[in-house]
């Protein structure tokens, strides 16, 4: 089965790496979870393209977290739980899109959810090139 093409907003099903689990010498995340694709570009010196994704996650976020609330017609729409749920807009990782950590021919096995609304997307795009700008982004490059 060929995979699709990466679509800017999915959320896909990825061990997503955060900072403090990299800062301890982990490769891998913890677990896998909901993340949406934030960009995806393809390189031009070997045509691989690359995805920077961002995690979903029910945890409250903490004074140094810059997150958004996923509006709860989005959680069902996504089929995620009936929980609150919070896109984490300054931690991110950077993931060839041909990397095993996001597959689409599992049987039986969501991998993607859906595409979070264009105004959504937005707001944490601007987000991110705001951190971005004041060097917040925590951005893990996962191995191909």
């Known amino acids: 089965m060929k995979k699709p093409a990466p679509e800017i907003g999915l959320v896909v099903r ?10 301890k010498g982990f ?20 045509g691989v393209i690359e995805v920077l994704v961002v995690p979903v996650t029910h945890s409250p976020p ?7 609330e996923i509006p709860h017609k989005v959680g069902q729409h996504l089929g995620l739980d009936h929980e609150r749920s919070y896109i984490i807009a300054n931690e991110s990782n950077t993931v060839s899109w041909d990397d095993a950590g996001i597959v689409p021919a ?3 096995k969501q991998w993607a959810y859906g595409r979070i609304p264009k105004p959504l997307y937005e ?22």
């Not at 913890?30 to 031009?44: G, Q």
């Open 14 to 23: 990825y061990d997503f790496l955060w900072s403090h689990e990299r800062e």
């Open 27 to 46: 490769e891998d995340g913890a677990k896998e979870r909901p993340c949406a694709i934030v960009t995806a570009v393809t390189r031009k010196d070997d």
């Open 62 to 68: 903490g004074d140094d977290t810059t997150a958004i």
């Open 106 to 108: 599992i049987p039986g």
């Open 123 to 144: 707001r944490l795009r601007s987000a991110m090139l705001e951190l971005l700008k004041a060097r917040k982004l925590k951005t893990a490059k996962r191995k191909t």
